[in-house]
């Protein structure tokens, strides 16, 4: 019993310690290097400054104003929002693969980001506020995959499989929905705004877009985190979970609802970014193995880690902003083909 | 720990009943074996007993207390069901595989403790194949997957057992030892109900059977009386011979049969 004894502690994952301390630094040494990167050019010294007269109380040192404005009401919010925005689609997308047994489904699966979309698109053809609009989008996401469970609760047998087909259905009713705006939404001024925000871009970002989608994407990835041991019992499939005493019905409620609220959260402040709930949780699974209990707090930190750096990516790579959506889709493709490709000698 | 089936029926629609009028009790432990032609409805029964599907009538009742009145983790928790066939999505590693064993023993938020573990390590090494703990389920043989699956009824510390034909992906070797090891757990005190569609895994190893015909039991009790060659006869329609020989060492008497 030489690795119980080395191990020791309460649930153990076994020799996985490093796992921890470089989950939560890689993300923080990321985040800060992201500070020092941007369109605006602030010397690294006042940049320096700036972040340690926010860390430290005791330290205080002279920053020109405007450039403090630019690093914490800019730059910062921009950093966070897009961590936040990465490690709730990871966190989703590991969720839902676990939940439906399948390794390529994600959170859009049950219709989230169709349903978000055609709420954002309605906000903008009425000329809505930006908060507006996140909240249509918000509203909308939540809206989709409820009729998805509607039609699920219809069916008595075999209830994952009815409810990702009643997800692709909805998916399909609020795309065509969306289609219809676009085709008939004025071509000057709100079709590129649509066609913008369905692109997915984290540009616009500011502190009240933080302030909006935090409390529920908090809300969700901490009721994920507290049950994602289940999750692995949950994924042996629904008669397995049953026979070991787990109310299926429930669980797959809440990690719906959760999945759901997260990435409804997250669509409705930065657009439409694909990738990160099927790359991130598949990258996860090779570097530390299929059990939920590490996945999902790996998920999180790789999620939001990538998405940083594809936006650091989006907003300094050319003179003018290319949309984060893209770029994901870009670079994550041929990520993902080549991780594939050598998947078999990781896992 | 008893487990009583009075006047159970069940069935997918109401035209397809699978059972009806089934009346069954476990009083002692040992081994109970439902013997029957495949599609008799012995899974749909063992199902029902783990409180995965609901019957339509009728009740079951572990230790007085019946099923419906159950909360599914404390059904679990008292009785153990291993699947006859499984497949698994994700490259789980055995000793997490087994782990999940525990899951009606914890609250939803809660993850497995260090006695967690220690248990799932112990039903590991019970079952005889710590050598696996550390691989991955979907990478070892069917006769391995069979006895994992036993080692994560066991970290469930039930008190009933059930099995839904644990020898029928098995080969002759595998088989007699999940025989055995059913064998070795019921005398430790477990009440083990399996199913078999052959007679004479039910004739070696079985304290008791019941033979299944058309959702009903045709007939139950001691090996001896339910399983002659007329009553095989009419569970699987072909013609059977019953053959008793003696061991010449040990004297013990066994019976076998064969298709005429």
Not at chain 1, 133 to 141: D, K, N, R, T
Not at chain 2, 90 to 108: E, N, Q, T, W
Request: proline share 4%.
């Amino acid at each position: 019993m030489a690795i119980s004894a080395e191990a020791g502690q309460k649930g153990r994952p076994r020799n996985k310690r490093w796992v921890l301390p470089v989950l939560i630094l890689v993300p923080v040494v990321v985040i800060i290097i992201s500070l020092f990167i941007g369109k605006y050019q602030a010397n690294p010294i006042d940049i320096f400054n700036i972040i340690l007269t926010k860390i430290l109380p005791f330290y205080d040192a002279e920053v020109p104003s405007n450039m403090r404005t630019a690093i914490l009401q800019v730059r910062l919010p921009r950093i966070l929002l897009a961590m936040l925005v990465g490690m709730s689609l990871a966190i989703g997308g590991a969720s839902f693969q676990g939940l439906f047994r399948n390794p390529l489904v994600s959170s859009q699966i049950l219709g989230v980001s169709s349903g978000a979309s055609f709420g954002a698109a309605i906000a903008i053809v009425f000329s809505m506020s930006s908060l507006v609009i996140q909240l249509s989008a918000f509203v909308f996401g939540l809206a989709a995959v409820g009729l998805a469970l509607l039609i699920n609760r219809f069916y008595k047998t075999s209830p994952t499989l009815t409810l990702v087909l009643a997800g692709v259905v909805i998916g399909s009713l609020f795309s065509s929905m969306v289609s219809l705006i676009t085709y008939t939404a004025d071509p000057n001024i709100k079709l590129p705004a649509i066609v913008f925000w369905l692109m997915g871009s984290l540009a616009s970002s500011a502190n009240q877009d933080l302030m909006f989608a935090l409390p529920p994407m908090i809300a969700g990835i901490t009721v994920l985190l507290l049950i994602r041991w289940r999750l692995n019992v949950l994924s042996m499939g629904e008669e397995d979970a049953k026979a070991l005493g787990i109310n299926t019905d429930r669980l797959r409620i809440i990690v719906v609802i959760c999945a759901t609220m997260i990435t409804s959260a997250a669509v409705s402040v930065s657009g439409v970014i694909g990738w990160i709930g099927l790359v991130i949780p598949h990258f996860g699974r090779m570097l530390v193995g299929p059990d939920h209990k590490i996945l999902l707090p790996t998920c999180l930190s790789m999620g939001g880690t990538y998405l940083l750096l594809m936006d650091n990516i989006a907003r300094t790579a050319t003179t003018a902003e290319i949309p984060i959506g893209i770029i994901t889709g870009i670079i994550g493709a041929p990520i993902f083909a080549y991780l594939l490709t050598r998947g078999s000698r990781w896992s | 720990m008893s487990m009583q089936i009075i006047n159970a029926s069940f069935g997918y629609r109401k035209d397809k009943i699978i059972f009806s009028g089934i009346n069954l009790e476990t009083a002692d432990n040992g081994v109970l074996c439902i013997l029957g032609r495949n599609g008799c409805g012995k899974t749909t029964m063992l199902k029902s007993l783990c409180g995965i599907l609901k019957l339509n009538g009728g009740d079951i009742l572990i230790d007085g207390k019946s099923i419906i009145d159950m909360e599914r983790h404390e059904i679990a928790s008292i009785v153990g069901y291993i699947p006859q066939e499984h497949n698994v999505g994700f490259a789980y590693k055995v000793l997490d595989v087994v782990l999940m064993g525990r899951a009606p023993h914890l609250s939803i938020f809660s993850s497995p403790s260090e006695q967690d573990y220690k248990i799932a390590e112990e039903a590991i090494e019970m079952v005889g194949i710590s050598y696996l703990s550390e691989s991955k389920y979907t990478e070892i043989s069917g006769g391995e997957r069979q006895l994992v699956l036993v080692a994560r009824t066991l970290a469930q510390q039930p008190k009933v057992l059930l099995m839904d034909e644990p020898t029928s992906h098995l080969d002759f070797r595998n088989q007699t030892l999940i025989l055995k090891l059913i064998d070795k757990l019921a005398k430790s005190g477990l009440s083990v109900i399996m199913t078999s569609h052959f007679p004479d895994h039910a004739l070696s190893y079985s304290g008791k059977i019941a033979l299944m015909h058309n959702g009903q039991f045709l007939a139950q009790g001691k090996p001896a009386d339910v399983v002659t060659e007329t009553t095989l006869e009419t569970v699987y329609g072909i013609g059977v011979k019953i053959f008793t020989i003696n061991d010449p060492a040990t004297g013990e008497e066994f019976r076998f049969c064969r298709a005429a």
